[in-house]
Every structure is written in structure tokens, then in C-alpha cells.
């Protein structure tokens, strides 16, 4: 007898969970057909006066736009070869991978082919001297460590 009520028990339970995923995603379908219908609707605006609204726009103008020698969407430097590394290497990941590492040519080719060869990365074709290029010009081996040294900085004492 007992065994019967734990498994009703059970079953309850099972059930519970169903229903309630069920009516998730049920409402989360109709979140995405109301986004479809008028994505307007889901901008988020905030209580704080000191905040600003971003309007994310896919205008062209604006989708490869450069100011003071950086590419705005990437981060990347404004550089030979730019659009070469934001097509094929910010399709799989964020340009900031690029950013932080820094690598002899050797290196950055012994990454590349450890992508093709595990990430299914495909082949660069022409494109590949363009992005060596690119990278060891901008993005080179340096000696200073992960980061450079902090210079013109204002320290301050804590007070006790």
C-alpha cells in the first residue's frame, strides 16, 4: 500500500513538472510572436534620470562605423585587413579573444589551425595572409607581460 502512494506521489510530481513547462513555453512563444508582430515593445527604459536610452539600429552607416582608428561594434584597431578579421573571426567569437591575445606569427597560425582542426573554423583561403597580417601588426607578441605598466596615475591616500 505504501509502495502505491509513492509512486501516486511520484507520478504528482512528474506531472506537476510538465504542466508547469508546458505553460513556460507556451508563454514564452508568445513573448517571441508578440517580439515578431512589434519589436518596439520590448524596449527597456530606465527609472534613472542619469541613464540614457541605447537604440541598438542595424543601419549599414552605422554597422562598420570607425572613429579615432577603432572599429565601434568590435573594439578592433582600424587597420588593413580590419574587415577580413571582424568577417571571418567575430562569426564564432568576440572580438575581444583577439584583443587580449597577443601572439608571434608562428603562434597565431598554430591558433588557426588548432580552430579548423577542433573548432571547425574553415579554411581562410587568401583571406589567412590578410588576418596574419593584420594581427602581428596590431596585435603583436610583447615582452611587457598581460598588460602594460600603469603610467600618469593620480594615487590617493585612504583615510583611516
Sequence with gaps: MKRQENFKNQVRSIYKVLVVSLIMVFLIGILGIIYMVSPSSFSFKSDRPDTKMITVTEEEDD??????GVHLRTGLKEA?????????????HSAQLVIQNRMSRERWVETIRWMQETQNLWDLGNNEEVILDYLVTNYPLLKKGRRENLTDIE??????
Design 63 to 68: 554597422w562598420d562605423k570607425v572613429e579615432n
Design 80 to 92: 588593413d585587413g580590419l574587415m577580413a578579421v571582424v568577417n571571418n573571426c567575430t562569426n564564432c
Design 155 to 160: 594615487w590617493y591616500t585612504l583615510n583611516e
